[in-house]
């Protein structure tokens, strides 16, 4: 939602038009901070953590280089001071009303003005409120003094006669990513991460708005401005309502506290999922007045849409999808961590280019993962923009938590804080309570050497937040639907595969083959992941050298999974080629990611409508990482994330072969049946035509169906140096017979021309044989439109390299080919 407090260029009632609309003040100057014990201040940055601000003045050695991270922990031990002055002008101080708006403060605080306790805080996912008209002078100073978490922690746990999983983290409302994960290092930050204001207004301001969509037809929209108002005024307020500039509404209201206008969308536009239509976003203007003064407005943009999850029993079980304008739609996409440990790092250009990447992959749906934060306004707006849909978790992981009276309302708070913040955002596809908790009582040994009251007590508590509590919050302040906890079962429970989402960890975690994931397909996968190896300037970077190394001590802690290393080793013997060579290893271990992810895609795409989502772990890094990512901490692709582009297209023509039937599905998430005219021409890698076919079909919209069939008995050739090509008349499929570490392919020579392009430059290749995952890379930067694909024999491969480089001359080029040599 984004807010706009004086429309000049709307509102135009008369040349007499008056304005005492809030004033807000950002309040990010001049800002100092020391360790409470200490008698020296430094400079601070606001929003920002004492972590980043230890770092801006060299005070640490950087937390993501090498295994700095493990002398840092006395940060999060150690109490810490912040402090600024400001200045006020007589006009805002004279305001009748006066209020300082955290957003949010990590997490323990006591904050004073001008020496006076006007707050102390314990959740940092909300926002508070404070009243400080008495208090104000012209010259102020504002100090919030942030305590360790770890005193508060040991208070509450003390106060039980039993143990909760998963350690101290469960006591305390901030992230719980940064107490660390199998991903990310333990930074446990505190300090000011989200914005100060200070708010002046004399008679009236909005508080919140609510853009409710009551209903919504083909011929018509019928919504209702909610809005709830700070005031004092008893009557006489007019309310203009205004859609894309044009006055729709004025309105008339005597309830000052909270206003309800109803007004109508003829022949409304919709919102769509971005691979579906337009993501059509309305620009809906409240402007408040009072006579001929302007008193405050408030700007929204609301996409039009109904969505709702369907979860109906059927013939196998029950099933789980979204559906979308009446549309059933089929989910694609990753789930989301946060951008960074120390989350001021994340600028606006980040969000930008890592929901961009979402985008370019064909992703429709991205799950904000319940261990990190709910994100800024920022994420929010961009999925709205592009047409992405958001699984929104609360921010509870892995363990269960307390279910004190204090607990439990302090938690209601952040729900109806963040609700509220995020509901008018149309990309907010559902609301889910938990990742792995009910997973992790049932399935983890939770329950092991527990009294039977000792559990009925901790199940009771769960169930007061994640079935009462969050669902009744959720319920009475928006209209999308509430999912308990994510996966309903876990992966030992036979109704794993038939009833609601799942996690399918029998891969990495159980060491379970690929083939797993074509075996037992889920309802819903939303979480399936494999760990690869991040860019080369990614690990250069981690170790300080230019010389790639993937043994040092520094690079092994950046490892965060106690069996990674040991689990990419096994599943890249059993599939690809094992290298000696650092710089082949870290290129064989993204093919392998992809390679086993892509497979898992496409065998839930073919299953659809009993699959209809496949959401794979994970999309990005906080920091420098061996990890499950497909775009690494410098937002480098990986080859999964160029794979998964191709896998996620909403025309996928997939190959499965079962009994020696070689099967060939089309998947078509487009809302419109495509006439196919496929040639099928299996090739041996010099180029041979060995057998070949034509398919004449249609693609059915929104379906999977089977176009062809064919015993590969019939056919004689050798399933180890051959490919089946599949061409339409603009795209290309392809499929293997064998793993690739038993292809028998060629070492030789490709053809590279390079010309240069306003954009960057155009890179044509060919060569004589198949070059198997051309993996092109160069120190200059840009970006490849194209990586880790593959060539057929006698072909041209064409793509760019976008750069605002002059030249490319240290373009480099490894292949499959050539590690088998």
């Not at 807010?3 to 001049?30: A, D, M, Q, R």
């Not at 993501?279 to 008193?295: A, C, N, S, W």
């Not at 876990?490 to 994931?517: Q, T, V």
């Not at 060939?664 to 495509?674: G, R």
Request: glycine share 4%.
């Amino acid at each position: 939602m984004r807010y706009s407090f004086l429309l000049l260029i709307l509102i135009c009632f008369s040349c007499n038009t008056k304005h005492n609309v809030p004033k807000t003040i950002e309040l990010h100057n001049n800002w100092e901070f020391k360790k409470i014990t200490d008698s020296i201040w430094s400079p601070a940055s606001i929003p920002g953590n004492v972590h980043s601000d230890l770092l801006e003045n060299n005070l640490i050695e950087n937390p993501f280089i090498g295994n700095n991270e493990h002398n840092l922990q006395w940060i999060s031990e150690t109490d810490w001071e912040y402090k600024t002055s400001f200045s006020l002008d007589k006009s805002t101080l004279q305001k009748k009303h006066v209020e300082l708006n955290f957003e949010g403060l990590d997490t323990y605080a006591s904050v004073y003005l001008n020496d006076s306790l006007i707050l102390k805080t314990n959740n940092a996912f909300r926002e508070f409120q404070v009243d400080v008209k008495p208090l104000l002078k012209l010259e102020n100073v504002l100090r919030i003094l942030f305590e360790n978490s770890t005193k508060y922690e040991e208070q509450e746990k003390s106060k039980l006669n039993y143990t909760l999983p998963e350690g101290n983290r469960i006591f305390t409302r901030k992230a719980q990513f940064q107490y660390g994960w199998d991903w990310g290092p333990k930074l446990n930050i505190l300090g000011i991460w989200r914005p100060i204001t200070l708010k002046a207004w004399d008679d009236f301001k909005i508080e919140n708005i609510y853009i409710k969509q009551q209903d919504l037809t083909e011929s018509i929209a019928k919504l209702q401005v909610q809005i709830q108002n700070k005031t004092q005024l008893d009557k006489g307020l007019v309310y203009n309502v205004y859609l894309d500039d044009y006055l729709v509404i004025q309105h008339s209201e005597n309830n000052n506290q909270k206003s309800e206008i109803n007004f109508e969308i003829n022949n409304p536009k919709r919102w769509w999922p971005h691979n579906l239509g337009e993501p059509y976003l309305y620009d809906i203007k409240v402007v408040v007045r009072k006579g001929k003064t302007i008193l405050d407005s408030v700007s929204v943009k609301k996409g039009l849409r109904t969505i709702e999850l369907v979860t109906e029993k059927d013939s196998i079980g029950e099933s789980f999808y979204f559906k979308v304008n009446n549309v059933p739609v089929y989910a694609k996409g990753a789930n989301y961590i946060p951008q960074n440990s120390m989350q001021n790092k994340v600028t606006d250009a980040h969000y930008e280019k890592l929901i961009d990447d979402a985008l370019a992959a064909n992703m429709n749906m991205l799950r904000v993962w319940g261990g990190g934060i709910y994100e800024n306004d920022i994420f929010y707006d961009l999925c709205d923009e592009k047409g992405i849909l958001v699984w929104q978790d609360f921010m509870f992981a892995c363990a269960m938590y307390p279910g004190d009276d204090d607990y439990l309302n302090n938690v209601k708070q952040e729900a109806i804080d963040n609700v509220k913040r995020l509901r008018n955002h149309a990309s907010i596809a559902l609301w889910c309570g938990n990742n792995e908790n009910s997973e992790g009582w049932y399935r983890w040994g939770w329950q092991e050497g527990r009294s039977d009251s000792e559990k009925e007590e901790i199940w009771s508590n769960y169930l007061k937040m994640f079935d009462s509590i969050l669902p009744n919050t959720v319920t009475s302040l928006t209209d999308i639907d509430y999912w308990e906890s994510s996966p309903k079962y876990g992966r030992g429970n036979p109704k794993f595969e038939f009833e609601g989402d799942a996690h399918d960890w029998w891969i990495w975690h159980d060491a379970y083959p690929f083939e797993h994931l074509e075996k037992r397909v889920p309802r819903f996968m939303s979480e399936f992941g494999m760990q690869s190896f991040p860019s080369y300037e990614v690990i250069n970077y981690l170790n300080q050298t230019d010389s790639l190394e993937i043994t040092s001590e520094g690079f092994k802690n950046h490892q965060k999974h106690h069996k990674g290393f040991v689990l990419i080793d096994k599943y890249m013997q059993r599939n690809f080629p094992v290298p000696n060579n650092a710089g082949d290893y870290v290129y064989i271990s993204q093919l392998l990611q992809a390679y086993g992810i892509t497979k898992g895609i496409e065998a839930h795409r073919r299953a659809r409508p009993k699959n209809m989502g496949t959401i794979y772990w994970q999309l990005n890094d906080c920091w420098p990482a061996v990890s499950w990512s497909s775009i690494d901490y410098f937002g480098n692709w990986k080859a999964l994330h160029y794979k998964a582009k191709k896998s996620f297209e909403n025309l996928l023509i997939s190959s499965r072969v079962e009994n020696n039937i070689l099967k060939i599905y089309a998947v078509n998430d487009n809302l419109n049946n495509i006439k196919l005219n496929l040639n099928l021409d299996l090739l041996d890698f010099n180029g041979y035509k060995i057998w070949s076919d034509n398919v004449k079909d249609s693609a059915i919209a929104n379906s999977c169906n089977l176009i062809f069939t064919i015993n590969l008995d019939d056919i004689n050739f050798d399933k180890k140096a051959t490919v089946l090509k599949i061409t339409s008349d603009s795209n290309q499929w392809l499929k293997y017979f064998s793993k690739p570490k038993d292809l028998r392919l060629q070492r030789k020579n490709i053809e590279t021309n390079i010309i240069k392009i306003p954009t960057g430059f155009k890179i044509n290749l060919t060569s004589s044989t198949l070059q198997k995952n051309i993996f092109l890379y160069t120190d200059v930067k840009g970006f490849f439109t194209d990586n880790y694909f593959d060539l057929l024999p006698n072909e041209t491969k064409i793509l760019e390299f976008k750069s605002k480089s002059k030249t490319l001359n240290d373009l480099k080029i490894k292949t499959l080919n050539m590690i088998m040599f």
